[in-house]
């Protein structure tokens, strides 16, 4: 279906909708129904995420957080994938959720959280080293589009687009973001297991066209083979000049026309996506021996990283008059600056969380403090919650990913519980989490089958049972 057309017709879904009344009496009497889909109807089962659903349900005090968890962390292994061997080696489609089609982002996202407990079940493992071999054919069928069909012949409402459009591609958008992903997830893999036979000769021609997308589209000589327009009423779908975007500065930086929401950028430098690309790049350079880079690739990448972290220092800083010196969210090179931030991740707010290393910068913690304001234009607080959104629903509606970002690159006590209570009170009676909702009435949302929120919310408290158990009770 297409995602516009969706949010429209969901925006406005109950809760009464989805469970009837008895169900919704059940959740103020605190007897939570079963929403989880059957055992016989999931797509995959794991033993160990069952185990630890079990592990978590029997010590946690809060036992609608419990409920919570069992129906949002196994997500995307209920409804979402389709496991299956192609020529001798796994390969695992994931769909986004309500939209049948796989989005390097949203795929990669969807199953990371399950990476620690690969050791505990083979099976698990194999699935994930499918999803790592289906983004392949993903990046070598073309390195610029966002998401994919698993049927071939299967024809894209985007068909029109004015881009390269080849069979099998559901859209083009250009998203810097999407060739991150699929080597974070990777990278990840290979820490959690020392399995390298996932490095095929396959994925080695991946990450040389993911460089040398990344290398195409800093623009430094000409404009790059990509460009996407489209027929449409929404200005967040189209890109302007003839689809190549506004023009920018020669700086360094890796151009990108759409952001991780699939929403149109309106300055080509995406900062939180430049320093995810420059985070890919570590990752590649660590990787080096598996990908067999030669010493001019792997000179050429390293060259590539010192050239984005260069220009980020140089030009994505602004000066803020109350927070004082921010990241901005987009930028020209020219002195233009678009200051706010996306629920979407990469975003500002979500930097620690891609990279460890920027949580203690100065500049972060007063960016963390501006985007969480209501000087962020698209940073929403209403009677049922406070948190940010994004021009992709529009205003006033906070995005779930939003808070729990925000309590995954917390240290504190008092704001994680916050974010929590936020979360925990607004699945308006559903038992998961949802794309948006509206900021004074949480039954007034958007997607309810959006697999990454449910997954995501899972490993937030995960990682607070481990590190935090005391805010779960």
């Given at each position: 279906?297409?995602?516009?057309?969706?949010?429209?017709?969901?925006?406005l879904?109950?809760?009464?909708?989805?469970?009837?009344?008895?169900?919704?009496?059940?959740?103020?009497?605190?007897?939570?129904?079963?929403?989880?889909?059957?055992?016989?109807?999931?797509?995959?089962?794991?033993?160990?995420?069952?185990?630890?659903?079990?592990?978590?349900?029997?010590?946690?005090?809060?036992?609608?957080?419990?409920w919570?968890?069992?129906?949002?962390?196994?997500?995307?292994?209920?409804?979402?994938?389709?496991?299956?061997?192609?020529?001798?080696?796994?390969?695992?489609?994931?769909?986004?959720?309500?939209?049948?089609a796989?989005?390097?982002?949203?795929?990669?996202?969807?199953?990371?959280?399950?990476?620690?407990?690969?050791?505990?079940?083979?099976?698990?493992?194999?699935?994930?080293?499918?999803?790592?071999?289906?983004?392949v054919?993903?990046?070598?069928?073309?390195?610029?589009?966002?998401?994919?069909?698993?049927?071939?012949?299967?024809?894209?409402?985007?068909?029109?687009?004015?881009?390269t459009?080849?069979?099998?591609?559901?859209?083009?958008?250009?998203?810097?973001?999407?060739?991150?992903?699929?080597?974070?997830?990777?990278?990840?893999?290979?820490k959690?297991?020392?399995?390298?036979?996932?490095?095929?000769?396959?994925?080695?021609?991946?990450?040389?066209?993911?460089?040398?997308t990344?290398?195409?589209?800093?623009?430094?000589?000409?404009?790059?083979?990509?460009?996407?327009?489209?027929?449409?009423?929404?200005?967040?779908?189209?890109?302007?000049?003839?689809?190549?975007?506004?023009?920018?500065?020669?700086?360094?930086?890796?151009?990108?026309?759409?952001?991780?929401?699939?929403?149109?950028?309106?300055?080509?430098?995406?900062?939180?996506?430049?320093?995810?690309?420059?985070?890919?790049?570590?990752?590649?350079?660590?990787?080096?021996?598996?990908?067999?880079?030669?010493?001019?690739?792997?000179?050429?990448?390293?060259?590539?990283?010192?050239?984005?972290?260069?220009?980020?220092?140089?030009?994505?800083?602004?000066?803020?008059?109350?927070?004082?010196?921010?990241?901005?969210?987009?930028?020209?090179?020219?002195g233009?600056?678009?200051?706010?931030?996306?629920?979407?991740?990469?975003?500002?707010?979500a930097?620690?969380?891609?990279?460890?290393?920027?949580?203690?910068?100065?500049?972060?913690?007063?960016?963390?403090?501006y985007?969480?304001?209501?000087?962020?234009?698209f940073f929403?607080?209403?009677?049922?919650?406070?948190?940010?959104?994004?021009?992709?629903?529009?205003?006033?509606?906070?995005?779930?990913?939003?808070?729990i970002?925000?309590?995954?690159?917390?240290?504190?006590?008092?704001?994680i519980?916050?974010c929590?209570?936020?979360?925990?009170?607004?699945?308006?009676?559903?038992?998961?989490?949802?794309e948006?909702?509206?900021?004074?009435?949480?039954?007034?949302?958007?997607?309810?089958?959006?697999?990454?929120?449910?997954?995501?919310?899972?490993?937030?408290?995960?990682?607070?049972?481990?590190e935090?158990?005391?805010?779960?009770?």
């Open positions: 279906m297409n995602r516009k057309l969706f949010i429209q017709q969901s925006s879904a109950t809760a009464g909708m989805l469970l009837g009344n008895s169900a919704l009496a059940k959740i103020t009497g605190k007897a939570f129904p079963v929403v989880r889909t059957a055992e016989h109807l999931r797509k995959f089962n794991s033993s160990a995420v069952e185990n630890l659903i079990a592990t978590i349900q029997k010590n946690i005090g809060n036992k609608e957080i419990a919570l968890f069992e129906n949002c962390f196994p997500n995307t292994l209920d409804t979402t994938v389709e496991f299956e061997t192609i020529d001798g080696k796994p390969d695992t489609f994931v769909i986004t959720g309500d939209i049948d796989m989005w390097l982002r949203d795929s990669s996202a969807q199953v990371w959280p399950y990476l620690p407990l690969m050791k505990e079940d083979t099976q698990l493992k194999e699935l994930i080293k499918g999803v790592i071999n289906r983004q054919k993903c990046i070598l069928k073309d390195p610029y589009a966002n998401a994919f069909y698993k049927d071939e012949n299967k024809i894209s409402e985007w068909k029109d687009d004015k881009t459009m080849k069979p099998g591609i559901h859209e083009r958008k250009w998203e810097i973001d999407s060739l991150c992903y699929p080597v974070r997830l990777a990278y990840g893999y290979w959690q297991t020392g399995d390298t036979t996932v490095f095929d000769e396959q994925w080695k021609k991946a990450v040389r066209l993911i460089v040398q990344f290398k195409e589209q800093q623009r430094l000589e000409n404009d790059g083979p990509y460009h996407f327009e489209r027929t449409t009423s929404w200005a967040t779908d189209g890109v302007p000049m003839g689809g190549y975007g506004y023009p920018a500065k020669k700086i360094g930086l890796i151009h990108s026309m759409f952001r991780p929401s699939d929403d149109a950028t309106v300055f080509p430098f995406n900062v939180p996506a430049n320093f995810f690309a420059l985070t890919t790049l570590q990752h590649l350079a660590e990787m080096k021996t598996f990908c067999a880079f030669t010493a001019a690739e792997l000179e050429a990448i390293n060259q590539l990283s010192l050239t984005i972290q260069n220009a980020l220092q140089v030009n994505a800083v602004t000066h803020h008059t109350t927070y004082g010196n921010i990241y901005a969210y987009e930028i020209n090179g020219f233009s600056y678009n200051v706010m931030d996306d629920a979407n991740v990469p975003s500002l707010l930097l620690p969380y891609l990279n460890q290393s920027y949580i203690n910068t100065a500049v972060y913690a007063n960016t963390r403090k985007v969480l304001s209501a000087g962020n234009p929403f607080k209403g009677k049922a919650a406070e948190g940010i959104g994004g021009p992709h629903v529009g205003v006033n509606y906070i995005w779930p990913m939003s808070i970002m925000r309590a995954l690159t917390s240290n504190d006590d008092k704001e519980k916050m929590l209570d936020m979360l925990v009170k607004n699945h308006a009676g559903t038992g998961f989490m949802h948006s909702f509206y900021k004074d009435d949480a039954t007034k949302f958007t997607r309810k089958w959006f697999a990454w929120a449910n997954t995501l919310f899972g490993e937030l408290i995960w990682k607070l049972y481990r935090r158990k005391h805010l779960l009770n």
